[in-house]
C-alpha cells in the first residue's frame, strides 16, 4: 500500500501533465493555441502564487512537528504550505475541463488523491492541500480570464482582428 501512495505522491502530476497534452490532441484546431497559452499561464501563475502564499504562512511538514512520524520518501524538511503538486495538478486539471470536460473531470480526481497522498505520506497537512487546490483553481480563473481578455482586446467590436489602422 505504501508503494501505491508513494507512487501517487510523487508520479502522478505526469499523469496529469499527460492528461493536459491528451487534452490538446483531442481539441479542435482552434482551441488548441488558447488552450496551451491557458495551461501555461496557469503553471506560471500557480509558481508565483504558491511562494506568495508559502511567504505570508508557515507550516511546517508533519514529520517535523512529529518527529515520530516518518515521511515514506525523503523529503526536506522545508514550508509544506501550500502543497505546489496539488496546486499544479489543480490548474491544469481546471484549464483542461473547459476544453474537454470528462477528461479536466478525471484529472481533477486525480489531484486531490495526489493531495490525499501527499497527507498519507507524511509530507502535508490537509490544510496544504486545501489551500493548494484554492491557489490551483484562482490560478486557472485568472489563467482563463487574462486570455479572454487579451482576445477580446485584440478585436473590433465586429469580431474582426485589428488592422492596426485607426480612422
Avoid at 60 to 87: E, I, K, M, W, Y
Avoid at 91 to 106: E, H
Avoid at 128 to 155: N, Q, S
Amino acid at each position: 500500500m505504501n508503494t501505491f501512495v508513494v507512487d501517487v505522491a510523487q508520479y502522478a502530476l505526469f499523469l496529469v501533465a499527460l492528461g493536459g497534452v491528451v487534452a490538446w490532441l483531442l481539441v479542435d484546431r482552434r482551441d488548441k493555441v488558447p488552450l496551451l497559452a491557458q495551461a501555461v499561464l496557469a503553471v506560471v501563475l500557480v509558481a508565483l502564487l504558491v511562494k506568495a502564499a508559502g511567504s505570508l504562512h508557515t507550516d511546517p511538514r508533519p514529520f517535523v512537528v512529529q518527529p515520530s512520524l516518518h515521511p515514506l520518501f525523503p523529503h526536506p524538511p522545508d514550508n509544506g504550505f501550500p502543497s505546489d503538486h496539488t496546486a499544479l495538478a489543480t490548474a491544469v486539471a481546471l484549464v483542461v475541463t473547459r476544453y474537454r470536460r470528462a477528461l479536466g473531470i478525471v484529472l481533477l480526481l486525480v489531484a486531490v488523491a495526489i493531495g490525499a497522498a501527499r497527507v498519507a505520506a507524511h509530507v502535508h497537512h490537509v490544510q496544504d492541500i486545501v489551500a493548494g487546490v484554492l491557489v490551483g483553481a484562482v490560478a486557472a480563473t485568472l489563467a482563463m480570464a487574462v486570455w479572454e481578455a487579451w482576445v477580446r482586446r485584440r478585436r473590433t467590436p465586429e469580431g474582426l482582428p485589428e488592422t492596426g489602422v485607426r480612422g
